[in-house]
C-alpha cells in the first residue's frame, strides 16, 4: 500500500493500528467529553481553523484535534505518501442513542470517481467500533443475508439485527476496534480494486456512554 494504496487483498487486512494516545491526552479528551449530556459534532474546514485559532481561543478538544491532524498526517506521509488531506469531522460527549448505525462504509461523495481512499479513526476510552473481518465477498449466502440485516437495521430469515451483530460478534465476522488507537481503514467509492471497510458503531448502554471520535480522511494524489 505504500507504493500503491488500492491493493485489495492488502485491503482485507485492515484495519491496522497505526498509533496510540498517551495516558495523559486521552484522559484529558475523556474528561472534557464527560462535561456534555449531548453530543457535539464539528466539521474541519477552513472556517473551524479560523474560528478555533485564528480569531478565538482553541477549546479542549479543538487543540487535540490540531495535534492529532498533524501527527496523523506525518504517519501518512510516510505509510501511504500520495495522500492528501480530503476532510474531517470529530464529535464528543454523551452518546445516547439506542441503537448503531446501520453497518456503512465512509465513501467520497465529493469524488464519485475515487477508489478506496485512507481514513484515520479513533474512538477515546469507550464505544469501540465494529467492523467486517476479512474478505467480506468470500462470505457465503447466509452471512451475507445478515450483513444485510445490519446494514438496512432489518429482519432477515436468519433473525433480527439485534441478535444478529451479537451473533456475527461472538463467530468474529464482526471484529472490535480497540479504543484509544488511530486505527487505518479504507474510506471511497466502490472498486474491484478496493475493499472499503464495512463498520458499524458499537452500541451504548442505557443511559448512555461519553466518548470522543475522531475521524479524518484522505485523498490520493
Given amino acids: 500500500m505504500h507504493a500503491n494504496f488500492n491493493d485489495r487483498e492488502a485491503h482485507t487486512h485492515l484495519p491496522i493500528p497505526i498509533a496510540r494516545f498517551r495516558e495523559a491526552a486521552r484522559k484529558t479528551i475523556y474528561e472534557h467529553a464527560k462535561q456534555f449530556n449531548d453530543v457535539k459534532t464539528v466539521y474541519v474546514n477552513d472556517s473551524w481553523f479560523l474560528e478555533k485559532f485564528a480569531s478565538g481561543t482553541p477549546d479542549t478538544m479543538a487543540n487535540y484535534v490540531r495535534?492529532?491532524?498533524?501527527?496523523?498526517?506525518?504517519?501518512?506521509?510516510?505509510?501511504?505518501?500520495?495522500?492528501?488531506?480530503?476532510?474531517e469531522h470529530y464529535a464528543y460527549g454523551k452518546f445516547t442513542a439506542p441503537e448503531p448505525h446501520g453497518l456503512h462504509t465512509d465513501h467520497s461523495a465529493e469524488d464519485p470517481d475515487s477508489a478506496g481512499e485512507p481514513i484515520c479513526i479513533a474512538r477515546i476510552e469507550t464505544l469501540g467500533t465494529h467492523y467486517v473481518a476479512g474478505d467480506y465477498k468470500a462470505y457465503d449466502s447466509?452471512?451475507?443475508?445478515?450483513?444485510?440485516?445490519?446494514?438496512?437495521?432489518?429482519?432477515?430469515?436468519?433473525?433480527?439485527?439485534?441478535?444478529?451483530?451479537?451473533?456475527?460478534?461472538?463467530?468474529e465476522t464482526l471484529k472490535t476496534i480497540p479504543i484509544n488507537r488511530v486505527m487505518l481503514m479504507v474510506a471511497g467509492n466502490s472498486s474491484e480494486n478496493a475493499q472499503i471497510t464495512q463498520h458499524i458503531a458499537a452500541r451504548p448502554p442505557d443511559g448512555g456512554l461519553h466518548s470522543a471520535f475522531f475521524q479524518r480522511q484522505y485523498k490520493l494524489t
Fill in 67 to 87: 495535534l492529532y491532524n498533524d501527527d496523523v498526517d506525518e504517519m501518512m506521509g510516510v505509510l501511504v505518501p500520495s495522500a492528501r488531506y480530503r476532510k
Fill in 142 to 171: 447466509k452471512t451475507q443475508s445478515m450483513l444485510k440485516a445490519l446494514r438496512y437495521w432489518i429482519a432477515v430469515p436468519e433473525g433480527e439485527p439485534e441478535t444478529i451483530l451479537d451473533e456475527l460478534l461472538k463467530r
